[in-house]
């Protein structure tokens, strides 16, 4: 065999046939991986297992062919595929119980020289350096599952197959699994085929994702769609009849031999088969043709619709409302029910569609779409914590409900209510949970004072109603129509924006920036490094603009976060203007984002004009900034603090993290000749994060000797944050 047909495809499958019995597991199946990672997903029973194991030679192929790097494997034995450089890392583990982690490894790793040895591998996965004498049989699930994937990678083969890699991993452990096959496929030393059932796993790590059912590739599609589409995911891989899955129109299932799906006759009786009638064990032999026969249902069309609509009405509402765009009308509809649905006819008479929402809490029935009581039964303690005596406490619960019902529903395209401050504060929590992006609208008569406890971080837009909504006039009509004109245009201009742009190759990824005055060069250099490859979004860290940054991390409107300034902390820990929340870094940690972080600022203590600075700081080392801003320079305990309370953030954080520490000054104010240079006080800080930081090969601490808005500082956050964005999804991209 030439070398020019031995280097071809990593892998390349064509008309792929294997049966158990009489049962037709693989039919047809095509599937070619050039080289990298690619990801197979499915339902339980698909055939994913099955083509694992006839690339293996551990099943009987009846047809078609299976080629590595050119060369035929169909039909050859496992133990010979294995030496042409193919790694298996099987469902179910299969370890020896009574070899140690380390035996394990050592007898794998003397298999096959190459960039895998067995000190990288506890570099990888520190839990199996710690258990390394401890049996087969003695390790939890996920070690297994962790020795599992070991063993295979010590074989350093060309081709690695692997068979639900993170199934019972903690989703540390799949952040470091994850992590390990993008360096994989940008490594190109191996190319890796993955069966899995993550799709966050499976959309991360490769461009394109196959969808098998019924033993089928259905189709090939492109991981971002897949990631991004809800609805897509629920019809392809949720519940549902087989039969109804049908390529869609950018299938691109390569070679001229694919086969497409048998068509179902329109309107005649469809027959279910079920490949196994009774659950199978790993010695169960194949199923008679006679019992499966038996098995099978027949079912009609109008049977299948029936069954349908009975499903839908069980279904949670976010499905059913799936469709159009819906705005949202909302409010207390026992006192403001005509001022809404005056709203409510307003926005349904320019086209759009509308829902009727009441977040009443006297209890009274009310004309609408949802009533107050279907809302109340999303509290946590049922309809009894809302409709009670206390006003507000019925208030606070209602709004809680509220929150939990909104974020179930779909296809929310704008969200509008009018009122007081009590209709106010029942609204406003929910509408700060949706994208920002996404119009939010409050016509209150509390808008001409300080809306902060309202619109907080998200991009809500208050109206003053002039007069109290309290029924129709002159003025309220005009004031209450304009609203209803502006979320209806601004509904209208974001769904046209999105047609225009959905056909245009993802956008660039955005990056959220923090900053403040005394880190601006920093955030420029790195800006301008980063600006042809990112959308970069800069937030100024006054205690708000590091709550909007998180706001757009958990809406998914950022991919990346360089968190330069994180002074807000210093507000939040020692009684500061500019304060942070408790859940600050809690965004990044529940996204697990990319995350590179600096102690940009916390030399300073914000303060309004001199005479506001709380009398237990008299004394202290302050900087005018302006008449009207006061900076307080933190001492050497307050830093340590400070550094014990990031350290336990930063340990939560399952992302990557990398956190620099400038060693010369935290601002411009915190340099050599400046008011705030006080090297033991930063010393201090970098102390305590070092003992605190549990650093590993995701999550580590480095010292950089420059200040912050030092050239070589901002270079050095830009070659980390490149590195772990692409290391993490520099091919996700964003649905704007």
């Not at 004498?133 to 599952?145: A, K």
């Not at 006679?290 to 109008?302: L, P, Y």
């Not at 709380?614 to 004394?619: D, F, I, L, Q, V």
């Not at 990557?656 to 104010?669: C, N, T």
């Amino acid at each position: 065999m030439n070398e020019a047909r031995r280097t071809g495809a990593a892998l390349e499958v064509r008309g792929l046939d294997v049966y158990y019995g009489h049962s037709h597991a693989l039919q047809g199946v095509d599937l070619t991986l050039e080289s990298g990672v690619f990801s197979v997903v499915g339902r339980n029973g698909m055939g994913k297992t099955t083509l694992c194991k006839a690339i293996m030679g551990l099943v009987e192929v009846s047809g078609g062919s299976i080629r590595v790097r050119g060369e035929d494997i169909t039909r050859r034995p496992p133990a010979q595929i294995a030496r042409l450089g193919v790694g298996y890392v099987p469902q179910g583990r299969r370890l020896w119980r009574s070899l140690s982690v380390d035996e394990h490894l050592r007898l794998a790793g003397s298999m096959r020289s190459g960039a895998w040895t067995v000190e990288r591998i506890y570099d990888t996965f520190p839990r199996l350096a710690e258990r390394r004498d401890h049996g087969g049989g003695q390790l939890s699930g996920g070690e297994q599952q962790m020795l599992a994937i070991s063993r295979a990678l010590l074989t350093n083969p060309h081709l690695l197959i692997m068979d639900e890699p993170t199934e019972g991993l903690a989703p540390v452990i799949v952040a470091q699994v994850e992590e390990m096959l993008l360096r994989l496929g940008e490594d190109g030393d191996m190319s890796v085929l993955v069966i899995e059932q993550n799709i966050g796993v499976a959309t991360a790590i490769s461009r394109s994702v196959a969808i098998m059912v019924n033993g089928r590739i259905n189709r090939i599609i492109d991981s971002g769609r897949l990631a991004a589409d809800r609805e897509l995911q629920q019809r392809l891989l949720g519940v549902g009849l087989h039969a109804e899955l049908e390529p869609d129109v950018d299938v691109t299932v390569s070679g001229p031999e694919a086969k497409p799906a048998p068509a179902l006759r329109p309107g005649g009786p469809i027959r279910i088969y079920i490949s196994n009638p009774t659950p199978p064990t790993r010695w169960s032999q194949p199923v008679p043709i006679a019992r499966i026969e038996a098995a099978a249902r027949t079912r009609s069309t109008g049977v299948t619709r029936l069954e349908e609509t009975t499903r839908r009405r069980r279904e949670p509402m976010a499905v059913q409302t799936a469709g159009p765009p819906v705005v949202l009308v909302v409010g207390t509809l026992d006192t403001k029910g005509p001022e809404l649905r005056f709203i409510r006819d307003i926005i349904a008479g320019t086209g759009l569609r509308t829902r009727l929402i009441d977040v009443s809490t006297s209890g009274r029935h009310s004309s609408c779409d949802v009533s107050a009581q279907e809302i109340a039964l999303n509290h946590g303690r049922g309809g009894a914590a809302v409709f009670g005596p206390d006003r507000g406490a019925a208030v606070t619960a209602m709004a809680d409900a509220f929150v939990n019902w909104l974020r179930r529903q779909g296809n929310v395209a704008g969200v509008i209510s009018a009122g007081g401050s009590g209709a106010a504060s029942l609204v406003a929590p929910a509408m700060r949970t949706l994208p920002v992006g996404v119009p939010k609208l409050i016509i209150s008569s509390v808008a001409s004072g300080d809306v902060g406890p309202y619109v907080g971080p998200a991009d809500i837009t208050m109206m003053y109603s002039v007069t109290d909504v309290q029924g129709l006039n002159s003025i309220s009509r005009a004031v209450l129509a304009n609203g209803a004109y502006a979320l209806a245009g601004m509904v209208k201009a974001r769904v046209d924006q999105r047609a225009a742009t959905a056909h245009e190759a993802g956008s660039l990824p955005a990056v959220g920036i923090t900053m403040f005055g005394v880190t601006t060069p920093a955030v420029q250099k790195i800006a301008a490094e980063l600006r042809d490859d990112f959308e970069c979004l800069v937030f100024h860290a006054t205690g708000v603009g590091g709550r909007s940054m998180e706001k757009l991390v958990e809406s998914g409107q950022i991919a990346g976060v360089i968190d330069l300034t994180t002074t807000e902390i210093c507000d939040l820990l020692m009684g500061g203007v500019f304060p942070a929340t408790e859940d600050r870094f809690g965004a990044i940690i529940r996204s697990r984002l990319p995350y590179v972080g600096s102690v940009g600022a916390l030399d300073m203590v914000n303060f309004g004009a001199p005479d506001t600075v709380p009398e237990r700081y008299r004394g202290r080392k302050f900087h005018v900034h302006n008449p009207q801003v006061t900076l307080m320079r933190t001492t050497a305990e307050e830093n340590e603090r400070m550094g014990r309370w990031i350290g336990e953030r930063l340990n939560q954080m399952d992302g990557p993290v990398r956190f620099f520490l400038p060693e010369g000054g935290v601002s411009a104010l915190d340099a050599p000749g400046q008011p705030f240079w006080d090297p033991e006080a930063d010393a201090a800080l970098f102390r305590a994060l070092e003992r605190n930081v549990r650093q590993t090969g995701n999550r580590q601490l480095i010292r950089v000797p420059k200040n912050i808005n030092d050239p070589d500082f901002a270079a050095a956050i830009v070659s980390a944050f490149r590195t772990l964005f692409g290391r993490t999804g520099a091919r996700r991209r964003l649905a704007r």
